[in-house]
């Protein structure tokens, strides 16, 4: 299984990045700190590093420096408050192999995560996700029902994306919310109910079941 560790010490980010990183099959561990980041990082059991600059202690480019003196040369994702480009160059120029600011959303995050990982082991990537009749095309950002093709927007298709990943698993909208609208969004919103009718619209209404109590589920 891919491992990726998690070195951030906000606490409800570094929640936030876990469970969705876990929920898309992933093994993670998490770090609050800039020594503990680097001594986890130099075991070398890691295939992937989420790093935040403003780490306690040694910083974020402090610990990227350090990883890459000693040739460690597994992909860092940087996670920063910071959005000026001269950070953003300095970053990229220690090495980073990525760079996202915050706030940001989770789907984003998965996407580079899965990209950075594709390029360190050249496996073939899928372009198309698909269950019975119904497909999606990663790179239109389409769906397809039989032969009607059908245009979503960002985030109707960010919202497929989920349950195609994840068919016959029921998603609560705590899950939803968060893999959708990022870790600030609002627990009481009704968003996700509107999203889905709107999917339901566009590809039949049997497409997505609601289970009572628990959330939404494509089967």
Do not use: C
């Not at 016959?168 to 899950?175: A, C, H, I, N, S």
């Amino acid at each position: 299984m891919t491992r990726i560790l998690i070195a951030e010490d906000e606490q409800r980010i570094a929640t936030f990045v876990d469970k969705g990183l876990k929920g898309n099959g992933f093994s993670t561990a998490i770090v609050g700190d800039g020594d503990a980041a680097l001594e986890f990082a130099l075991t070398g059991g890691f295939d992937l590093i989420v790093l935040d600059i403003g780490l306690p202690g040694r910083d974020g480019f402090s610990v990227l420096r350090a990883l890459r003196e000693a040739h460690v040369g597994t992909p860092v994702i940087v996670l920063t408050a910071r959005d000026s480009v001269r950070d953003t160059v300095a970053g990229l120029e220690g090495g980073a192999d990525d760079w996202m600011t915050k706030p940001f959303r989770f789907e984003e995050l998965l996407a580079r995560v899965r990209l950075r990982l594709r390029t360190g082991d050249r496996s073939p990537e899928v372009t198309v996700l698909k269950a019975g009749d119904l497909a999606l095309d990663l790179r239109t950002r389409r769906a397809q029902v039989g032969a009607l093709t059908i245009d979503l927007t960002a985030r109707e298709f960010v919202l497929l994306e989920l349950f195609l990943r994840h068919p016959g698993q029921v998603l609560t909208r705590g899950q939803i919310l968060s893999h959708v609208w990022g870790y600030d969004f609002d627990p009481g919103s009704n968003v996700v109910d509107v999203y889905v009718r709107a999917l339901r619209k566009k590809l039949g209404d049997r497409r997505i079941e609601t289970v009572r109590g628990m959330g939404y589920r494509l089967p």
